[in-house]
């Protein structure tokens, strides 16, 4: 599994249904957030904003930090999903993608353990989290 820059070649079964992490890889680029959609699903309300990117700077690395502990495939599957879905929400287009490639990750098999796809994962999630969590940290304190 490549944990370099996400690549959308091809759709997951997952995204042929759900609501799409990324449509191209236009939302891949740039800023780590997609202010544009952030303000579509704040209803531009720059209060709510600011709240749910506070909400998500705080929580996010706890899901991160299940992640890292993930024993059991169950455990790790939540924790992914969850940084996913989280990640979806405020825009965090490359983080929800290498949330979603971590979900495909079965932690409890030999090739994960052998091949180092746990930690890859856990590397470019925890990068990806530090660049968003970054990013909002300043535009929490310039509003």
Request: charged content about 25%; some cysteine; overall charge negative.
């Amino acid at each position: 599994m490549d944990w370099g820059e996400p690549r959308l070649t091809r759709k997951s079964a997952l995204m042929s249904t759900a609501h799409p992490v990324a449509d191209s890889g236009d939302k891949l680029a740039g800023d780590p957030i997609d202010r544009t959609y952030l303000a579509r699903f704040t209803m531009g309300n720059s209060a709510v904003e600011h709240e749910v990117l506070h909400l998500f700077a705080d929580q996010v690395p706890r899901y991160l930090e299940q992640l890292r502990d993930a024993s059991v495939d169950k455990a790790w599957q939540q924790a992914a999903h969850t940084i996913k879905g989280s990640a979806s929400a405020i825009g965090a287009w490359r983080l929800a993608r290498f949330a979603e490639m971590a979900e495909q990750v079965d932690i409890e098999s030999d090739a994960a353990l052998s091949e180092g796809h746990r930690d890859d994962a856990v590397a470019a999630l925890a990068t990806a989290t530090d660049e968003v969590c970054r990013f909002i940290a300043r535009l929490l304190a310039n509003p």
